[in-house]
């Protein structure tokens, strides 16, 4: 039911040493992924890797205030490694 919604693009701006200060986080931030790849909700998501300063994830959800309430729940969030935002939407031409 999922793949119904609207797709959106979200760009994450981490803070400075996100490499090593995301350790503790990471393996609650990628049990979050999973658990809204089970769901339907997350596309895709990665972290560039030189330097790790941005991630890029493709969700799906109603609108564009669902997305932000549901990326509240990252443990990333919550951690404030996180210091920027970007949703937009997005059309799918090819792929999920």
Do not use: C, K, S
């Not at 995301?22 to 030189?50: C, K, N, S, Y």
């Amino acid at each position: 039911m999922a793949e119904t919604l609207p797709t959106f693009l979200v760009m994450y701006q981490y803070v400075p040493d996100m490499e090593q200060r995301r350790t503790e986080h990471r393996p609650a931030h990628l049990d979050w992924l999973r658990q809204l790849a089970d769901a339907g909700r997350m596309v895709l998501a990665g972290a560039t890797l030189d330097p790790v300063d941005t991630a890029v994830l493709v969700v799906r959800g109603e609108d564009v205030l669902a997305v932000r309430r549901m990326l509240l729940d990252d443990p990333y969030a919550a951690a404030n490694l996180i210091v920027g935002v970007t949703v937009r939407p997005m059309g799918v031409a090819v792929g999920g």
